[in-house]
């Protein structure tokens, strides 16, 4: 896309209700201390290999898992090609797959939908179970025109039906999401990449989850907070890499009777 029609769409987009003020802060965020080295280096030194930990817990689910995500990048793929815009790829599908398919969860929230990668495979793996809802929050692409008809347009209509996805961003749609939902069973994160963005959606979220719920943060490589998070809460991590980036999870963690994390 030529630059003059980035512009005219970013400008256009930022007239819209609600949009300046959000787009002013993505902004700011970007000039936020740059740990990228050390968070990249921190993470490359912890991880650990994702197909090991998850065919130990179950081998055959994690077959599964491998085989439904290698056809849902065959679709997602295809429909791409019918796209004249790069939308990005996807977070750690499989792993959400696998974890969806193996704690059969009731809700499932999510940060970050762009395309539909990871949406799709939870929405999948929910169609198999024969349960569970998705709860979405992204800010559609400000650069294209019409953006909100890119975000999920991977995801087939045939799966949409247990699918509640809010356009208006982290800040509003998270605190929203929560207030509908009693307890959170997994969360994904591939949203906001600043320490800040990360920092309030934990802060949001962790009076719903429980001892048994999965936490899950996309590109840990971007700022050191996923390591400042697991040193303050002293607790189990698992940090594997997926696809050249680093994903950091979470399980069986105490946050309902924490303080507001500080870190």
């Known amino acids: 896309m ?53 065919n130990k817990i179950n081998s055959q689910i994690w077959q599964e898992s491998i085989e439904a995500c290698n056809q849902i990048k065959l679709e997602c793929k295809k429909t791409l090609n019918t796209i004249n815009h790069k939308l990005g790829g996807g977070g750690a599908y499989p792993l959400i797959y696998f974890h969806c398919r193996i ?28 349960k569970g809802q998705l709860f979405s929050s992204d800010f559609p692409y400000f650069r294209l025109k019409n953006p909100e008809q890119f975000v999920g347009c991977l995801v087939p209509k045939s799966i949409r039906t247990n699918w509640s996805l809010d356009l208006r961003g982290d800040e509003i749609a998270i605190p929203e999401i929560c207030n ?36 899950i943060f996309d590109d840990i490589q971007y ?6 998070l697991v040193q303050y809460l002293n607790c189990e991590y698992q940090v594997f890499e997926f696809e050249g980036k680093f994903i950091g999870q979470l399980k069986g963690i105490d946050l309902i009777n924490q303080e507001n994390i500080n870190i």
């Open 2 to 54: 030529h630059n003059k029609n980035k512009i005219k769409y970013i400008l256009i987009n930022a007239m819209k209700k609600g949009n300046f003020g959000i787009m002013v802060k993505k902004i700011i965020k970007k000039f936020e201390t740059d740990s990228k080295i050390e968070a990249r280096k921190w993470a490359n030194e912890n991880s650990i290999s994702l197909h090991d930990y998850c």
């Open 103 to 130: 704690i059969k969860p009731k809700v499932v929230v999510e940060t970050g939908v762009a395309a539909g990668w990871s949406s799709f495979s939870i929405l999948e793996s929910l169609r198999i179970n024969g």
């Open 180 to 215: 509908k939902v009693q307890n959170i069973d997994i969360f994904h994160y591939d949203s906001d990449k600043s320490y800040s963005g990360r920092l309030f959606a934990i802060r949001q979220i962790q009076t719903k989850l429980s001892l048994n719920s999965i936490v």
């Open 223 to 228: 700022n050191l907070f996923f390591k400042n």
